[in-house]
């Protein structure tokens, strides 16, 4: 993982690193930041491609078997022009993309690397020549350039798992739980921190514990927006752990269902535009949930938790704790209000996500349509 986490950083500052398929050095580089492939043509000597993910594809008109593909550039395209191919919300007519062909692991490593960046996942990827190789290894060596292997870039999206290490931990009385413990656990690559607030006596309690993975939500957890009902699920779910006697919540990193809070508020402006949560996330390459719960079962396997009563509408997280080896004994459903700005949302969630529906949603529903 050594050299994933530091591509991570060198992308995010919009540096290109190198990415060896075992055939040949690919030059990649985020296109979020970038104003020009020129430099990038000009160090690897050959025209770079964009990489997109099927979501995307699929947003434009395209619909592809492979996980990405590549679609060459001309070398006139303007930035504004290609931004657009990776972010603007397609016109509905199938868009013209010329020479598109399967992402090879490569490309796919550049977007495993560009998620896990919490960048758009589109990158620049440009074939190194044979005349540009030795400037190349030079770069690498004097530190100029990263390298890394793309079967290491694919597994940027996993961590490592098992490894997840608990840092620090306080009390931290809670207004409507009193006995609360916040335990901070870190990933092993460094980048994200997750939080077990721990209510009560439930560290290695025998028998079922109730239990809530909240997905961070700046935007409603923090200054309550009215967009989604996250900042009530979160207080809610306190409440109602601590008046079920105690257990834990699992505060995880994971903005915007695993996308970033950059790509998030995107997503809202495009939901604005007259998409869905669902739709907006693939216009901008993602699938329906990026999230993954490995860390949430790692959390619970170091608290000594194998029982849960869960406390969600979704059944995702209750299928990826039976995955992970937990056992989920029953589950409890936890809702916030219901509001203008956030009814097209819930109904979202439900209706394309396979959420359970929240009462209050449905109750709303049938007083709009009276009859139906
Ligand atoms: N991409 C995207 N994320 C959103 C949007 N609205 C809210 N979110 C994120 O969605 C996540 C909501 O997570 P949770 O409250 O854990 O739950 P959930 O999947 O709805 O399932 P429950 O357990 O039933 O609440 C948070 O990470 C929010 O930041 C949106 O319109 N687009
Ligand atoms: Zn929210």
Known sequence: MYHVERAIFDIRRGLPVVIHTGSRPLLVQALEGSDSVEALAALSGSRPALVLTRHRLAAMGHSISAEAARLPLAAEMDTATLHDLAVAKPHGEKQRLSGLSPAGPGERGALALMRRALLLPAALCADVDEAQQAAIEAK??????????????????????????????????????????????????????????????????????????????????????????????????????????????????????????????????????????????????????????????????????????????????????????????????????????????LTAKANRSGHYLHDALRDALNDAQPNG
């Open 140 to 345: 690498i060596s004097y530190g100029e350039l990263l390298r890394l292997d793309a079967g290491d870039a694919l597994k940027a999206l996993h961590g490592a798992p098992g490894m997840l290490k608990r840092v620090s931990e306080a009390d931290i009385p809670l207004e409507s739980a009193q006995a609360s413990r916040f335990v901070l656990f870190r990933e092993p690559d460094g980048l994200r921190e997750h939080v077990a607030v721990v209510i009560g006596a439930a560290e290695n309690a025998a028998g079922p514990v109730p239990i809530r993975l909240h997905s961070a939500c700046l935007t409603g957890d923090l200054f309550g927006s009215l967009r989604c009902d996250c900042g009530d699920q979160l207080r809610n779910a306190v409440a109602e752990i601590s008046a079920l006697g105690g257990g834990v919540l699992l505060y995880l990193a994971q903005e915007g269902r695993g996308i970033g809070l950059a790509n998030k508020l995107r997503a809202y402006t495009l939901q604005d535009a007259g998409l869905d949560t669902v739709d907006a996330d693939q216009v901008l390459g993602f699938g329906d949930d990026e999230r993954r719960y490995g860390v949430a079962v790692d959390m619970l396997n170091a608290l000594g938790i194998t029982q849960v009563q869960l406390l969600t509408n979704n059944p995702l997280k209750m299928a990826a704790l039976r995955d992970g080896g937990i056992e989920v004994v029953s589950r409890q459903a936890l809702y916030g209000s219901v509001t203008d700005q956030n009814q097209r949302y």
